[in-house]
């Protein structure tokens, strides 16, 4: 067939897209540099902007485990696949979600430890 040697620099870029995406959101999530939304009352004490955090935290969390339990089968599915034009294995695509998903846990998992600090500690 007639397909320009350089069309795979297209596929590429989409997958380094997705890849950008995914790793600028684990060191969000690292930095708490993620994007939110203020749906809740601005907390007047230290404690309060602790629960505040644990409680988006937990939604992030939410996020993270839909990335593990949903990207695992899409990772074996790559595993019998490759890219149309660069013929890349698709399993390094795919490994991005669940990696995503286990950082941000690994992440959480610090930032928990330091909101119960905050929520244990006398200062209101």
């Avoid at 993620?34 to 969390?61: C, N, Q, S, Y």
Wanted: hydrophobic share 55%; with cysteine; net charge positive.
């Amino acid at each position: 067939g007639f397909i320009p040697r350089y069309i795979w620099t297209e596929e590429m870029a989409r997958f380094c897209f997705i890849w950008v995406i995914l790793v600028g959101s684990m060191i969000a999530v690292r930095d708490g540099t993620h994007f939110t939304v203020d749906l809740l009352p601005k907390a007047k004490t230290k404690k309060g902007e602790a629960a505040v955090r644990m409680f988006v935290d937990f939604w992030i969390l939410m996020t993270a485990l839909v990335f593990i339990v949903w990207g695992w089968p899409l990772v074996k599915f790559g595993l019998l696949q490759t890219s149309e034009m660069a013929e890349l294995p698709m399993v390094f695509i795919y490994m991005a979600w669940p990696l995503a998903g286990f950082s941000w846990i690994l992440f959480l998992i610090e930032k928990y430890v330091d909101n119960i600090k905050v929520w244990r500690s006398d200062n209101k």
